[in-house]
Nanobody, 127 residues
Framework: VQLQASGGGLVQAGGSLRLSCTAS????????MAWFRQAPGKEREFVAA????????YYADSVKVRFTISRDNAKNTVYLQMNSLKPEDTAVYYC?????????????????????WGQGTLVTVSS
């Protein structure tokens, strides 16, 4: 499985960006896709996730209301719409995918439970 993330860039505080992540070579199993981010000097943190079957979504408290994760089944693509961006949202954003039976509602934010990762896309929010 390969994940290709795109859509990062430089935006002013209060602005919006939409990230995309397309999966190729997907295995035949139920899975979830997620976005994580990592700021300089900080650990990788969970942002949002979506289950491919059923479409349940999960968000970190810090991005609820501002960010929306969605999926396009036909394109094998997940999106992260980011609105009202803040300087503290500046980070490299990574998409990841893992098996649904491993990723429960309580463990969706655990990076080690994901099987495949994209290369990351940089989001910079200026104040």
């Amino acid at each position: 499985v390969q994940l290709q993330a795109s859509g990062g860039g430089l935006v002013q505080a209060g602005g919006s960006l939409r990230l995309s992540c397309t999966a190729s070579g997907r295995p035949n199993s139920n899975y979830a896709m997620a976005w994580f981010r990592q700021a300089p000097g900080k650990e990788r943190e969970f942002v949002a996730a979506v289950r491919w079957s059923g479409g349940s979504t999960y968000y970190a408290d810090s991005v609820k209301v501002r960010f929306t994760i969605s999926r396009d089944n036909a394109k094998n693509t997940v999106y992260l719409q980011m609105n009202s961006l803040k300087p503290e949202d500046t980070a490299v954003y990574y998409c990841a995918t893992g098996r649904e039976h491993v990723l429960t509602a309580q463990s969706m934010g655990v990076p080690g439970l994901y099987d495949y990762w994209g290369q990351g896309t940089l989001v910079t929010v200026s104040s």
